[in-house]
């Protein structure tokens, strides 16, 4: 029976794939508002201004990373157990260079980016718009 599925999945491994990384942040974004969460940032918009802003961007960093993190874990663990049928190889090796500059912007694009997902993400999960509408 087990072997059964594991081939079923391993034929569909795409399509797994995709459904398990885009229900990761639904899931986290409902949670945040069962909690409370994303309604107690909104709250402090127009009377507390830079908390509001400081617990936006620490809240969406969080939840970030973890539904990266979240992915990773769960496409490392299928393809250490034999669940997909593809494997990740190496495009290129990475030669870091003597100017910085281009890391450090990429990095910061890289966060703005994650940062961005993670606001859409919980606006559309929550189905509320930002506070300032």
Do not use: C
């Not at 908390?51 to 620490?58: C, E, K, N, Q, Y």
């Amino acid at each position: 029976m087990i072997a059964r599925f594991k081939w079923a999945t391993q034929r569909v491994t795409m399509i797994l794939v995709v459904l398990i990384v885009l229900a990761i942040p639904f899931v986290m974004a409902k949670l945040g508002q069962l909690l409370g969460l994303w309604g107690g940032i909104d709250r402090l918009y127009p009377e507390q201004l830079v908390l509001f802003i400081l617990l936006s961007i620490v809240s969406r960093a969080i939840y970030g990373l973890a539904w990266i993190g979240l992915s990773l874990l769960l496409i490392n663990e299928g393809e250490e157990h034999g669940w997909f049928w593809f494997k990740h190889e190496p495009s290129y090796s990475y030669k870091p260079g003597v100017d910085k500059s281009g890391d450090i912007l990429g990095a910061l694009l890289i966060i703005t980016i994650v940062l961005g997902i993670s606001e859409v993400a919980i606006r559309l999960s929550t189905a509320t718009l930002p506070p300032w509408y």
